[in-house]
Nanobody, 122 residues
Framework: QVQLVESGGGLVQAGGSLRLSCAASGSAASIGDMGWHRQAPGKQRELVATITSGGITNYADSVKGRFTISRDNAQNTVYLQMNSLKPEDTAVYYC????????????????WGKGTLVTVSS
């Protein structure tokens, strides 16, 4: 079992910055990939950024150059530094993590946080 709790959301003006955090607790000894997704009102949930356990990152084109994903494996925490925020970044941001099962049958289990709201005003 893994529990993910996001924090850091809030209201910010366009051009401002926020840092989101997501702390994992429970059976977090074998967490693999982690990431952030977001869902704006009336839209589907979309991937924002991912990071592997080794620190390899990937970003959606819409946030590339503005957002930075990072993780602290010792603290089982993933971060999303959001700079140069735009109104279109307004969404509920969800973190996710994959618990890697190293016992046969090998597989991964996806866990999701409850989300944190980011509102960017114009």
């Amino acid at each position: 079992q893994v529990q993910l709790v996001e924090s850091g959301g809030g209201l910010v003006q366009a051009g401002g910055s926020l840092r989101l955090s997501c702390a994992a607790s429970g059976s977090a000894a074998s967490i693999g990939d982690m990431g952030w997704h977001r869902q704006a009102p009336g839209k589907q949930r979309e991937l924002v950024a991912t990071i592997t356990s080794g620190g390899i990152t990937n970003y959606a084109d819409s946030v590339k150059g503005r957002f930075t994903i990072s993780r602290d494996n010792a603290q089982n925490t993933v971060y999303l530094q959001m700079n140069s925020l735009k109104p279109e970044d307004t969404a509920v941001y969800y973190c996710n993590a994959v618990l890697v099962i190293t016992r046969y049958p090998y597989h991964g289990i996806n866990y999701w946080g409850k989300g944190t709201l980011v509102t960017v005003s114009s």
